[in-house]
C-alpha cells in the first residue's frame, strides 16, 4: 500500500512541478527548463459474469469498483540531459504494474519496475480439508469406511461400491468451498554506471514472490490400482532472489565484458502433510489396518530451497580481414542440502533408516561458445561456431528402500522392487558447424549452413548425433517488399538403443524376486519402446514469410511454418529374455515401434493494416494453427514378464502379443483472428475505437486397437476394466467485442468503454460424464465405469469444470487528465 501512496503522490504533484518559470530578462541567454507532463486516468467499472467462472479473471483482476487504469508522469532536461519516466497500470489492483526509468546518458540510469499478475484456478472448488498450519490439512472427520481391502476383486463388488455411497454422503455433509489462486509479484531493480563509452558497470536484483494454492493430489496406497486418490490444495509461499554484477569495457577493436549472477530459491513451506480421508484409525494412530498398513496421513516435500551461481566472461575482437571473433565462457553451481523426508509417516516400517539425511544435491555447469566471421571475398560472408555444455552432476548415488505412498504389508515390509538405485543424471552437450552468406543481385542474399549436434547422456537410453542442414533466403525485389524463405533437414541418430539402462535403477538380490516382474532380470519398459528424445528422428522444415508496406497508409504481413518429425527408429523384433534360464527365454516382442512415431506443426497467418482516410484506421488478422501426432503403444501384464506364455489367452495378456497394441492419433486445431478500427466520428470530437477477436480451437484424439476390440477382435462392452474407445472433440472457444468512446475536451479526455466476452468449454477430462467415468453423488466423486471396482479407479475431487463457460459484459466510464 506505502508504494501506491507514493505513486499517487508524485503523479498527484506533477502539475505542480510542471509549472512553466517566468522569462528571463532579456539580455541573458535563458536557461533550458525541465520539461515536466503525464497524465492521469480515472474511473469506475462495473461487470457481470453469468456463472462467476474463474476463467473471466484468470490472469487480470475485475472489480466493481473504483481504479486508476492508467497514469504517466515524465521528466527532462536538456541542459543537464537527466530524465524520468513514471508509469502505472491498474494502481490498486492485484494486476497492477508501475514502471520508472531515470538517468543522465553516457553516465548513469536506474530502472524500476513492478509487476502483479494473479492466477485464478478457480471459483467453485471445493474440499474437506482444513488448513491447520504451513502445508498441514486435516479433516473434520474422515469417511467411516468399513471395508477396508485394497487389493480387491470381481467378489468384492459390494464392499466396494457400499464405500462409494458413504464417501459421497461424507461430501454431502462436509465439502466447504476454497481458494484456488495463486498472487505472482515481480520486481526488476537496475542501476548502471558508465565512464564515456569505455566503461560501464551494473547491478541488477529480481525478486519473485508467488504465494496462493494450486491444484493437487494425495494418492496413499502401495500400486495404483490399490490406491486411495484424493484431490486437494497445495499451499505455493516460494520467493527468489537473484542479484546480478556486470562490467563492460570497449577498447574500440576488442570488447570485454563479465557478469556474475547469484539466485536464491526459498520455498516458506517445506512440506504438505494431509489427513487420510479414507481410515478410521483409533486417535494417535498413526496408521490404519486394511490388509495392508495404510497411513492416517500423507506427506510429500514441496519444491526445496536452493541456491545457483554462475560466472561468465565474454570477449569479442576485430581481426584482419574484416574477420572478428567472439568467445564465451561460463561456469555454474546449484546446490540444494534440504532435510529428507521419511520413507512413511508412520514409524512402523521394517527399514525405516535413510541412506543419508539431507539431499547433499551439487549440479555443475559448463559452458563455452565461440564464434568466427570473416569477408573472405566481396559479398561473401562465412561464420563458424562452436557450442559446448556439460552438465556435471556430483550428488552422491545410493542405495533405498521406499516406501510407497504411506502403505506397507501387515507385517512393515515393502516389495523387493521397492529397493532402488539414485542415479545422478548427467549430460554434455556439443554443436558445431558454419555458414556461408551470398549478397545476391535484386538485394537478395542466400544462406547456407551445417551443423552436428552430439549429445551424450548419463543413465539414460542413447546419445544421439543430429546432422542440420539449414538454408535461408531473403529477398526485397522492390520498395515496401520483403521475402524470406527458410528450410531446415536434421536427421538425428540414437545408436544402439540401451533399454535395460533402467536395470543400474535396482539393488535387489536376485533371491529377493519372488514373482514374475523381476525387472532386473526383464525390463522396465517393452523393449520396442523409443523414447522420442533419445530416438532416432528426421525433421524437416521450412518457413516463407512476406512483408508488404507499400506506403505509409497500407501494409500486409503473412508467414507459413511447417515442422514434420519422424521418429522411425529401424525397431525389430527381440528377445530380452534371452540368456536367461527361463522358460520363456526365446519369447519375442512383436518388433513395431512404440511410443510418440510422428509429430507435425503447421501454422499460417496473415496480418492487414489500412488507413484509407484521416479519420479512420483499420486492422485485421487471421491465423491458423494445427498439431497432429500419432503414438503407438501396448497394453500387457507386468506381472508376467518372466513367463508371457502363461497369460496367451489373457484379455490383459502378455508383452509378445501385437494385438494388444493400441495407437492415439492427436490432432488440435486452433482459428483465431479479429478486427479493429479506430474512427473519427466527428474530428477531434468524437472517436470510436472497436474491436473483435475471436479464438476457436478442438482437439481430436482419434483411439484405435486394443480397447475397442480384445486381443481376439471381439468388440469390449463400454462397461469392460480394459474397454477405452475415442473421446469426445475438446471444443474451447473465446470471442471479445471491446468498444471505445472518447471524447477530447481541452486536457480532458472523456471515457466509456464497453466489452463483452463469450467462452464456451466443452471438456470431457474435466466433466463427469463419460463413457468410461460417472460420478456418485455429485461431480466431486468420479468412478470408472467399468466393473472392476478398484480403489485406484476413484477420485475424491475438487470438482469438476472448475473454470466453466461464461458470458461476460464489462463497462467503464471515466476521464483521462494530460498535463
Known amino acids: 500500500m506505502r508504494r501506491i501512496i507514493v505513486t499517487l503522490a508524485v503523479l498527484c504533484a506533477a502539475p505542480a512541478f510542471a509549472q512553466t518559470p517566468p522569462p528571463p530578462a532579456p539580455s541573458v541567454a535563458a536557461p533550458a527548463s525541465p520539461r515536466v507532463g503525464g497524465s492521469v486516468t480515472t474511473g469506475v467499472q462495473q461487470f457481470d459474469n453469468s456463472s462467476n467462472s474463474s476463467k473471466l479473471g484468470e490472469y487480470r483482476d475485475l472489480r466493481d469498483d473504483f481504479f486508476l487504469p492508467n497514469a504517466s508522469i ?63 490439512f486435516e479433516l473434520p472427520a474422515t469417511v467411516p469406511i468399513a471395508f477396508k481391502k485394497l487389493a480387491t476383486g470381481a467378489a468384492d463388488a459390494n464392499g466396494v461400491l457400499a464405500s462409494d455411497a458413504l464417501v459421497a454422503a461424507y461430501q454431502s455433509t462436509f465439502l466447504a468451498a476454497t481458494p484456488l489462486a495463486t498472487q505472482t509479484n515481480t520486481g526488476h ?21 508467488k504465494t496462493g494454492l494450486k491444484a493437487a493430489y494425495g494418492p496413499i ?96 575482437i576485430d581481426m584482419p580481414r574484416d574477420s572478428r571473433l567472439t568467445a564465451t565462457v561460463s561456469y555454474g553451481r546449484l546446490e540444494q542440502d534440504e532435510t529428507l523426508l521419511p520413507y512413511a509417516t508412520f514409524n512402523a516400517i521394517a527399514n525405516p533408516a535413510l541412506p543419508r539425511s539431507t539431499a547433499e544435491a551439487l549440479i555443475k555447469t559448463t559452458h563455452l561458445a565461440a564464434d568466427y566471421v570473416i569477408a573472405p571475398a566481396p559479398r561473401l560472408n562465412v561464420r563458424a561456431f562452436f557450442r559446448r555444455t556439460d552438465l556435471d552432476n556430483e550428488t552422491p548415488s545410493d ?20 529397493k532402488r538405485v539414485s542415479l545422478p543424471y548427467a549430460w554434455d552437450r556439443q554443436n558445431a558447424g558454419a555458414e556461408t552468406t551470398w549478397r545476391l543481385p535484386a538485394r537478395s542474399t542466400f544462406t547456407l549452413g551445417y551443423e552436428r549436434e552430439s549429445i551424450g547422456r548419463d543413465f539414460r537410453e542413447a546419445d544421439t548425433t543430429e546432422d542440420m542442414l539449414r538454408a535461408t533466403w531473403r529477398m526485397r525485389p522492390a520498395r515496401g517488399v520483403s521475402v524470406q524463405g527458410r528450410y531446415v533437414y536434421g536427421t538425428r541418430d540414437g545408436g544402439t538403443y540401451n533399454g535395460t539402462v533402467t536395470h543400474e535403477g535396482y539393488w535387489y538380490a536376485p533371491s529377493e524376486a519372488n514373482d514374475n516382474n523381476n525387472p532386473l532380470l526383464t525390463f522396465d519398459n517393452h523393449p520396442d519402446t523409443r523414447r522420442y528424445d533419445v530416438s532416432d528422428r528426421e525433421r524437416q522444415q521450412f518457413d516463407l514469410t512476406l512483408n508488404l508496406t507499400p506506403g505509409d497508409l497500407y501494409a500486409v504481413s503473412a508467414f507459413v511454418r511447417y515442422r514434420n518429425d519422424d521418429f522411425a527408429s529401424d525397431v525389430v523384433p527381440t528377445q530380452p529374455l534371452a540368456g536367461t534360464t527361463l522358460a520363456d527365454r526365446n519369447a519375442t516382442t512383436p518388433g513395431d515401434q512404440l511410443g510418440l512415431l510422428e509429430d507435425r506443426r503447421l501454422r499460417y497467418g496473415v496480418d492487414l493494416f489500412a488507413q484509407p482516410g484521416a479519420r479512420v484506421m483499420l486492422n485485421a488478422f487471421l491465423n491458423f494453427d494445427e498439431g497432429t501426432s500419432l503414438e503407438r503403444s501396448i497394453e500387457f501384464n507386468e506381472n508376467n514378464k518372466a513367463n508371457p506364455s502363461a497369460i496367451a489367452n489373457s484379455v490383459l495378456g502378455p508383452w509378445t502379443r501385437a494385438s494388444s497394441q493400441w495407437t492415439a492419433d492427436f490432432d488440435d486445431r486452433t482459428w483465431s483472428g479479429g478486427l479493429g478500427a479506430t474512427l473519427q466520428i466527428v474530428p477531434e470530437r468524437l472517436v470510436l475505437i472497436a474491436d473483435y477477436t475471436a479464438s476457436l480451437a478442438e482437439v481430436d484424439i482419434t483411439y484405435g486397437g486394443f480397447g475397442l476390440t480384445s486381443f481376439d477382435g471381439a468388440p469390449l462392452a463400454p462397461n469392460h476394466e480394459f474397454a477405452f474407445s475415442t473421446p469426445p472433440v475438446i471444443r474451447e472457444d473465446l470471442q471479445v467485442l471491446n468498444l471505445r468512446f472518447e471524447i477530447p475536451i481541452r486536457s480532458i479526455v472523456l471515457i466509456a468503454g464497453y466489452s463483452y466476452e463469450t467462452y464456451t468449454l466443452e471438456d470431457w477430462q474435466q466433466g463427469s460424464s463419460a463413457p468410461w467415468v460417472e460420478a456418485v453423488g455429485s461431480g466431486t466423486f468420479l468412478r470408472d465405469s467399468s466393473r472392476s471396482h478398484q480403489w485406484g479407479n476413484r477420485l475424491f475431487t475438487l470438482g469438476t469444470y472448475l473454470a466453466p463457460s461464461y458470458d461476460a459484459h464489462v463497462g467503464f466510464a471515466g476521464f483521462r487528465y494530460r498535463f
Do not use: C, M
Request: charged share 20%; aromatic share 12%.
Open 74 to 136: 515524465s521528466g527532462s532536461n536538456a541542459a543537464t540531459g537527466w530524465f524520468f519516466n513514471l508509469s502505472a497500470f491498474n494502481l490498486t489492483r492485484d494486476d497492477q504494474t508501475i514502471l520508472a526509468r531515470g538517468g543522465r546518458p553516457g553516465a548513469w540510469s536506474f530502472q524500476a519496475d513492478w509487476n502483479e499478475t494473479p492466477h485464478n484456478f478457480s471459483n467453485k472448488a471445493v474440499t474437506p480439508y482444513i488448513r491447520r498450519g504451513p502445508g498441514l
Open 221 to 316: 496406497g502401495d500400486r495404483p490400482p490399490r490406491t486411495l486418490n484424493i484431490q486437494l490444495t497445495e499451499p505455493v509461499d516460494y520467493r527468489t532472489n537473484d542479484i546480478t554484477l556486470s562490467a563492460e569495457h570497449d577498447g574500440g577493436r576488442y570488447q570485454l565484458r563479465a557478469e556474475y549472477l547469484f539466485s536464491d530459491f526459498a520455498n516458506q513451506i517445506d512440506t504438505l502433510r494431509w489427513q487420510n480421508a479414507f481410515t478410521t484409525a483409533p486417535a494417535g494412530a498413526e496408521f490404519d489396518v486394511w490388509d495392508r498398513r495404510v497411513g492416517t496421513y500423507g506427506a510429500r516435500p514441496l519444491p526445496p530451497d536452493n541456491r545457483y551461481h554462475n560466472a561468465t566472461a565474454s570477449a569479442g
Open 189 to 209: 531493480f537496475a542501476l548502471g554506471w558508465s565512464e564515456s563509452d569505455a566503461i560501464s558497470l551494473a547491478v541488477v536484483y529480481d525478486r519473485r514472490e
Open 399 to 418: 542405495r533405498w528402500q521406499y516406501v510407497t505412498s504411506d502403505t506397507t504389508s501387515l507385517t512393515g515390509t515393502v516389495s523387493y522392487v521397492n
